[in-house]
């Protein structure tokens, strides 16, 4: 029994860090447990140290531990025995690389594909598709794939933005990015807004949160959906 | 004797296709001349085809000839034979992808260090730096390596944008991006606005058009620089 949640933001606007999902993550990882967070992405280029320690704030209120996972000498092992993981947000290239560095790609399918409630946020929902090409980020490091979990059977695009209305700036927008990439690859793209996210319970896909999700299939204009549109048949 | 313009867009708002830049192709490109042209970024997925004959069309003004690199038999001889090269815009992912695939990175880099003229406009620069690191685009596809031509010797940030005011997205700025880059990267990037562009004559290097640009070196703050400033001593 899967169950994720693929939050496109940890942070919306005017808000502290995880706060608008705390409510939804109290049910999601067991009050009293420890929770595995992979802190690869390192976003700003904070230290795991840094980066672990703020997250290990924000789950104290829903009274959930946290360990990074470059605190364990085994992270394979740490991974298998994890009553919970997260993967905070950051950059999506030195991620995926880091995973690989670990080899800790097949392990984190299993243990998440037999049960262990997994969080992604930005970054960390993005390796949740089938693969990260559809991520806004820099490619400031080179992974050996970019291959990615398949939790969903589609790609994932985080902080989906809407064109801004009235731009003068001619760098491509969000949704011309996203034509490009179905150019050359047939799987469908969800653009997840800040706010909103995706609830995988075993095979069921639930978007939650209060906005429109904005659907991209290879050959079909973009269209949207509602909150707790079920989108289990996308693929 | 090097000879190459680095342009940050092909494309001004409210212009047509490199209008403002024709005046200083007329000098850069010899009149008469047949231009070679690598389509292989694809903006917006447009064809090969579709995308020589937008650029032809903007040539014919200044009396250049061009031939699409993808209508040559042998696209290695048409590079060491040709009286100049530009590389249009569009995906860099793709862009280098297909220069690695048809085995021309090494042939481009000789042929224009030895003078060829080259024009670059967005993608087209972004692998005039040292690598793709510090590219805009969407990774829709997994290239071989970022590593790219190293005509100058540093990186190239296109479409440089400045924070938008009053924003409430939170995915990373540019300038978020570009230090997360330095945070594993040592070597400079050029953040070049729309409207300027990089003259590289010999082992000169200088900034042109109307528009500071914004200059990052790992461990210094950002700075901005004048039209006209020499960046030679960058590196």
């Not at 999506?92 to 299993?110: M, P, R, W």
């Not at 598709?129 to 806004?136: D, F, K, S």
């Not at 807004?193 to 906005?211: C, F, H, P, Q, T």
């Amino acid at each position: 029994m899967r169950n994720l949640i693929i939050a496109s933001t940890s942070t919306i606007y005017n808000q502290g860090y995880l706060e608008y999902l705390l409510p939804t993550l109290q049910n999601h990882f067991k009050a009293g447990s420890t929770l595995v967070f992979i802190p690869y992405a390192r976003p700003s280029g904070i230290s795991h140290d840094e980066y672990t320690a703020k997250v290990r704030e924000a789950f104290q209120s829903i009274d959930v531990q946290v360990k990074g996972l470059h605190e364990f000498n085994d992270p394979k092992q740490a991974i298998q025995e994890a009553a919970g993981i997260f993967t905070g947000g950051g950059n999506t290239f030195l991620l995926v690389k880091q995973l690989y560095a670990h080899d800790l790609v097949q392990t984190i399918t299993e243990v998440v594909n037999n049960g262990t409630p997994y969080l992604g946020c930005s970054a960390g929902s993005n390796i949740c598709g089938l693969t990260m090409e559809t991520t806004n980020d820099m490619p400031i490091t080179y992974p050996p794939s970019f291959k990615t979990f398949g939790f969903v059977p589609f790609n994932i695009n985080p902080h989906y933005l809407d064109p801004i209305e009235g731009s003068t700036h001619m760098g491509e927008t969000r949704e011309t990015r996203i034509n490009e990439f179905h150019t050359i690859n047939s799987q469908p793209v969800v653009g997840l807004r800040e706010g909103s996210w995706l609830k995988v319970s075993s095979d069921r896909i639930i978007l939650e949160g209060a906005l429109h999700a904005r659907i991209f299939e290879q050959g079909k204009a973009a269209y949207e959906v509602a909150p707790n549109t079920d989108l289990s048949d996308l693929k």
